[in-house]
């Protein structure tokens, strides 16, 4: 799936889970967004949601379907381009994402016997990340 395909159909499903009547009505702040979920539990969270809305069951198994792919996408470290990159890293809640694509770009290639990418993680401390940052830059890419 492409980067801009991928990144419409996770804006869709966010907008959705917005929108849910179901969420709106709990009362909750916090439940428009939660539905959307963390990478690993949008899907189910997806398919929550379908089963509780009212739009047609086409778009909510479009969204479960997409959030799935978010949570199983990885970029290549070595090969993918910088759009590709960035776009895995906005999928994944990554903040500053077009920056940290420029900076896994720059200290390419890594080797792909250091499987946790220690050579990256060094580079990418040197610019005092938020806690949390680099990890999820690195579970976002793959060595092939």
């Known amino acids: 799936m492409k980067p801009l395909a991928l990144a419409a ?20 702040p916090t439940a428009a967004t939660s539905s ?12 929550s949601a379908a089963a509780t809305s009212t739009k047609p069951a086409a778009s ?9 792919t978010q949570a199983t ?8 381009t910088r759009a ?15 920056q940290w694509a420029r900076e896994v770009e720059e200290y390419r290639p890594y080797s792909t016997t250091d499987t946790n990418m220690t050579k990256l993680r060094g580079e990418l401390a040197k610019y005092n990340p938020a806690a949390g ?10 060595l092939p």
């Open 9 to 28: 159909l996770a804006g869709a499903l966010l907008l959705g889970a917005c929108s849910d009547k179901s969420d709106s009505d709990s009362g909750d």
């Open 36 to 47: 959307a979920g963390s990478a690993t539990t949008g899907a189910s969270s997806a398919a």
């Open 60 to 68: 909510a198994t479009a969204a479960a379907t997409a959030a799935a």
């Open 73 to 80: 996408t990885k970029v290549s470290a070595n090969n993918a």
């Open 84 to 98: 590709q990159l960035q776009a895995a890293f906005e999928a994944a809640g990554i903040p500053n994402a077009s």
């Open 133 to 142: 940052v680099v990890d999820k830059i690195v579970a976002t890419l793959s």
